[in-house]
């Protein structure tokens, strides 16, 4: 099956740095992948749509100045949350389609990536 | 109301159980995903499914898009079973998933 992964799976750092988590679609090339932000006990939060070689969509909310979206290759999207403050605390979770798949609509998942600001 | 419901919020079974989780949506779909999210955050994408049945192992997804309902069973229920399961309806323009509040599974043994 496809397969999704996500680096770091986890990362602490501290108020006002840059963090960046990268999304690898690894058996397929995805030309769109999608951003979540889940918080504890509730459901994922879509933030992006990321589409390769185009500027992303950001769902109403998310501010695109700080959690920067590049899709600049078919297996590889990062996420850069800027100036990083402990509100942006959360587990983000990438997926990406695969055109290739009949029907190419389904997702699939990466592992996620823990965000800890202190 | 949420454009998507799960029903329970929370389940607790006995190993070797029956178990259902149910899913209503209300809006017009293109296709329904049942995902599995373990402690450790993961999602695994169960079935993805736009009419009847499918089966795979122990678990079993049906939809009904008259009644906009889906359900997903698991038979023989076993504590590895237990994780958070989610609805998510593909809206009919086919870009994005809209998520259910997910249901909390616990398989004691």
């Known amino acids: 099956g496809a397969v999704v992964s996500q680096h770091p799976s986890w990362v602490i750092c501290k108020s006002g740095t840059s963090v960046k988590i990268e999304c690898r679609s690894l058996d397929f090339q995805a030309t769109t992948m999608f951003w979540y932000r889940q918080f504890p006990k509730q459901s994922l939060m879509l933030m992006a749509t990321?589409?390769?070689?185009?500027?992303?969509?950001?769902e109403q909310g998310v501010e695109k100045d700080k959690f920067l979206i590049n899709h600049a290759s078919l297996t590889l999207s990062t996420l850069t949350v800027t100036s990083a403050h402990p509100e942006d605390s959360s587990f983000y979770i990438c997926?990406?389609?695969?055109?290739?798949?009949?029907?190419?609509?389904?997702?699939?998942f990466g592992p996620g990536t823990r965000l800890t600001v202190l | 109301k949420n454009e998507v419901e799960q029903s329970p919020q929370n389940l607790t079974a006995q190993e070797g159980e029956f178990i259902t989780i149910n899913c209503s949506y209300s809006?017009?779909?293109?296709?329904l995903h049942w995902l599995q999210q373990h402690p450790g955050g993961g999602i695994v994408s169960l079935f993805m499914?736009?009419?009847g049945k499918k089966k795979h192992g122990r678990l079993i997804a049906t939809i009904n898009i008259q009644e906009k309902h889906s359900s997903l069973h698991i038979t023989a229920s076993h504590p590895r079973d237990s994780a958070v399961y989610i609805c998510a309806v593909l809206g009919t323009s086919g870009s994005r998933l809209t998520f259910g509040e997910g249901t909390q599974l616990t398989v004691n043994p």
């Open positions: 809006v017009g779909i293109s296709a």
């Open positions: 990321s589409n390769e070689g185009s500027k992303a969509t950001y």
């Open positions: 997926s990406a389609r695969d055109p290739g798949l009949i029907p190419f609509s389904e997702q699939f």
């Open positions: 499914l736009s009419s």
